[in-house]
């Protein structure tokens, strides 16, 4: 078994570094694009509350949909099962 250089583990380091750069611009990003703010987590927070307490789908309020939809990216109905 080959011991591994200086040479090799700079060229792995430098090769971890890049990926790790690459992984925090793309969750930088990803998160620019997140709208959830103190307003937003308290309506949700809300929701799941009211639905865990047997509340209904059906009786969810306007701005509940909306916020729900715009975080998660999928219609209101299927974000909680």
């Known amino acids: 078994m080959a011991a591994i250089s200086l040479a090799d583990c700079a060229i792995l380091g430098a090769v971890l570094l890049g ?4 992984a925090m611009i793309v969750c930088w990003i990803i998160s620019a694009h997140l709208s959830i703010d103190k ?3 308290s309506i949700v927070l809300a929701e ?3 639905l865990r307490n047997g509340g209904a789908k059906a009786d969810v309020t306007d701005d ?11 219609p209101y ?3 909680w099962r």
């Open 19 to 22: 990926w790790f750069a690459c």
């Open 39 to 41: 307003r937003t987590d």
């Open 48 to 50: 799941i509350t009211r």
């Open 64 to 74: 509940t949909r909306r916020v729900a939809e715009r975080l998660t990216g999928l």
């Open 77 to 79: 109905e299927r974000c």
